[in-house]
């Protein structure tokens, strides 16, 4: 599904700084795989390029053998939008929504009718056990209540790949693990997940381990 032949991402801002160097790397489709390394390895960057919100400075990737290079902003937008889905640490909920609005959101902007929005809406939370929330307010729901809700959000548009930024960040211990045996699930069901962390208890949990120190892929553990 995904194919990564020796990528590398350079900023020009600040005299020039490479953040990834030469990475390759192969993701099948309905794999579970954890990148992790310690902050400032390159960890975002990658996260970024992989979901198309960023472009390589050299090297190619691939998405289900399409090569990224040759799509313009609207192909990727497009691309982004209905076959990618995101989980960041800090949610990105908009608090005076209902939990029900706010996973309905991106099929707004794809200018899904609203009876097929709310339908679709109401069947992700169902899948990730948020039936009994769907009006409540973001600023009234507990930090694991918030990520699934998060969660169904990025699989409203019934993406293949789900990346994850450090997504058990803001939870204590045990709706950590809850969050993580829900992207197990997941898995079960067909979806691709790439789940990126420092937390090497997180990590434990994947049979595939990506370490990336200093913008290299220093180990791919299977």
Known sequence: MIRLEKVSRTYVTGGGVTVLRNVSLHVKRGEAACII????SGKST???ILGLLDRPSAGKFFFEGIDTATLNDAALSHLRGRRIGFVFQSFHLI????????????LFYQRVPPTERRRRAEEKLA?????HRLHHRANQLSGGE???TAVARALITDAELLLAD???????QKTGVEILALFDELQSTGKTLLVITHDMSVAARFQRRIHIADGLVS???K
């Open 146 to 148: 918030c990520q699934r």
């Open 166 to 172: 450090e997504p058990t960040g803001n939870l204590d």
């Open 37 to 40: 390394g310690p902050s400032g």
């Open 95 to 106: 608090p005076h929504l209902s939990v029900v609005e706010n996973v309905e959101l991106p």
């Open 219 to 221: 180990e791919d553990a």
């Open 127 to 131: 899948q990730v056990r948020l039936s």
């Open 46 to 48: 990658m996260l970024n």
